[in-house]
């Protein structure tokens, strides 16, 4: 299934075919280059002074990494995450030996997109979750105090709308994507007054 994106002008093919299904084949498995490719992919981001904020907690589906993962996210989305490939949270370190890190989340959230437009260009598919327990993460990972969990990301490859169990899920899922128009994102001048 895809739901390439419907935009203004032509954007990079990795941006407009990206999304966030919760349909996830069971059966389907990443290989170890794959998430080699995908944790390159989020070192390579841009950060403040190279700071390099972003770590990440790795766990493939059959790993006790894995479960441990999925037992910190919510039962929203633990009701179609257990289908992922590979479950990742995403933790942004707050201090170095300068002091502090400047807008580590900043840092964090471009070493994301980063691995989730490779997941794109490897033919696979993420999804980001704010809907986990960053305390139970620390907890069962011993992250230190400076190691912040911020995401929760699934991988995995796409499947049928139907694997999953809520009719209202499954709705959501084939539902158009939608952004906001150019005219109410960019702007010149003054706020609202639309740049294009």
């Known amino acids: 299934m895809r739901k390439p994106a419907v935009t203004s002008v032509p954007i990079a093919s990795l941006m407009a075919e990206r999304w966030s299904p919760r349909a996830l084949d069971a059966s389907s498995v990443v290989s170890p280059d794959q998430v080699r490719a995908l944790l390159e992919a989020a070192r390579w981001a841009p950060s403040f002074g190279n700071t390099q904020p972003a770590r990440y907690l790795v766990g493939l589906r059959g790993t006790p990494s894995f479960d441990a993962i999925l037992a910190t ?4 989305n633990r009701a179609w995450a257990h ?4 479950l990742l949270i995403g933790v942004m370190v707050t201090t170095n030996e ?18 989730v437009l490779q997941a794109v260009e490897l033919g696979l598919v993420a999804h980001q979750m704010a809907g986990f327990s960053a305390p139970d993460v620390s907890a069962s990972f011993g992250l230190p105090s400076d190691a912040v969990p911020k995401v929760a990301i699934a991988v995995g490859s796409v499947a049928s709308a139907e694997v999953l169990e809520e009719d209202w899920r499954v709705e959501r899922e084939k539902a158009e994507r939608k952004r906001v128009p150019l005219a109410e994102f960019a702007f010149t001048d003054q706020w609202g007054t639309p740049a294009l």
Request: no cysteine; net charge neutral.
């Open 73 to 76: 996210l919510n039962s929203g």
């Open 83 to 86: 289908r992922a490939s590979l």
């Open 98 to 115: 300068k002091g502090s890190v400047p807008y580590a989340e900043y840092g964090l959230g471009l070493a994301s997109e980063n691995l």
